[in-house]
């Protein structure tokens, strides 16, 4: 899997993203309304402790009578009404902005999965993506939302009442005032970075975390059959004990964050009311201008200890974007070669030639030196022990790995040259895992075209002989299967996938052991409806029984990923080779069973 990897830097990249500016840009004007009303607001905001100190003073000098009392109270009530409106609209814009971004990101990360291969899937578990796709997109979404309307709100706030306590007030107390701010500073330059790190390590903490129950949930059947229970809940103890550590220690970093900037604030309130009730005392500023800069100072309380928030946000939302661009710049294995043409549909000839293939972790390749040829309108069986190679054959025909350049040909044409899309649609795929999604069986069988009508599905139904199962459940093809099909058996599993494979009438069928499930009379019900839908298009069936491909016009033995023997059923039973002794071994046992049977 080719990865680009992204720099590695502070929470501030975020906003360097190129991700993370094109989903903002999108929404600019959003913000820039929601930003301007904030402002406006956190502006008019700060008339209100000029309003009280006047009117204090006024009181003081005795000449204020009770109707000049309106005065003042219609200034704060038309503050307060234009405050409360105001908070509306920013929040509609600002936080409705950060909502649209996070769909949008989950939507491009979700796109962007399904352009990567399947070895990047190996590579990462279930637990890591869906926490990518989740709590790291939240976290961003977090940047988008509170830093901003915090950063802003802080910065309006504090420059407009910084500069009234300095023009209308008093500079000199302003300064005292502020002097506790360096040690922000100081503290801010250390609790980033370390933030940012012990964020990074809770993610992945969080990621092993999901994966683990992931795993094991999908896997209870087989805890419970080997009364493992025990054994897993200490398992999940101990997983579950290393991301509450990683929290914490997260968490130890956040909590002394807010208690200090609180700090700090009552250090500035405790220099403003020692310092500023003195000049008062002394006649420098009015009985009136020390309530009212004792009042700027609770204004900046909020801006203060929002300092250690925004640090808490951003850092969390910088070490999300790094990971999620960790995923965006994974590019998949598997792509349109530049000499991809569509050149109309692609028939169903298929011909190996000398066909070599490795995976990347293995040093032995799993196929070698294999070589046939089948006409369209053929069925090709593929027969072998476990591991030889033949579900590999089938991934190279499908390009879910890829085969070297001029190995493997589909209707007369090299495999690289047919763009990916219309190779895939050519086939029809049925896997070993015969996976089906959490939805009911009609959609499972039209998965793969949903303008299929009913009586399509079930025509495909009854070609893979699940019909008349079907109809015996309680809700019919509206039968919810549960996660991974966990409702129906095996064999009802099976005949549901190849009835969605089956569907499309696709011009290449590929069954990959997909009737081992089933028993032998079903099996020949379903080989023989495949002969008949099937006349004049191709199919590759690979299987274990020799009974589910004899009637294949060729079939192939692979051995230790090579190509052992080829013929038809009769020309290699007549060979004596390992097709005949597979054959006579599995006739024996048949034999065995219906003596047992009698």
Known sequence: METKQPKKGRALDIFRSPYARKFFSKYKWSYLIGVAVLILIDVLQTEVPLVVGETIDRVAERGFTADMIWQPVYKLAFIAVVVFLGRIIWRWFIFGSARKIERDMRNELYAHLQTLSASYFHKHKAGEIMAYISSDIEAVRMVFAVTIMMGIDSLAIGLSTLYKMVTQIDPVLTVMAFLPMVLVALTTTFVGGE???RFKIRQQAFSDLSDFVNEKLGGMKVIKAFVQEPAERENFETVNKIACDANV?????QAFMFPFMRAVTGLSMALAIGYGGYI???GRISAGNFGSFIMFLNNLMFPMAAIGRIINVLTRGGAAMQRLENVLHAQPDIKDWPEARDEGPVMGSIEARNLTFRYPTREKPVLENVSFKLEKGQTLGVVGRTGCGKSSLVNLLMRVFDPEEGQLFVGGREIHSIPLKQLRETCGYVPQDNFLFSDTITENIRFGDRSKTQEDIENAARAACVHDNIVDFAEGYNTMVGERGVSLSGGQKQRIAIARALILDPEILILDDSVSAVDTDTEEKILAHLRETRRGKTNVIIAHRISTIQNADKIIVIDEGRLAEMGTHEEL??????????????????????EYAL
């Open 573 to 594: 039973v007549a060979l004596g080779g390992i097709y005949a002794d597979m054959y006579n071994r599995q006739l024996l046992e048949k034999m065995k069973k219906e």
């Open 280 to 282: 008062a005392i002394q």
């Open 249 to 253: 220690k997260e968490a130890r970093i």
């Open 195 to 197: 933030l940012h790190r």
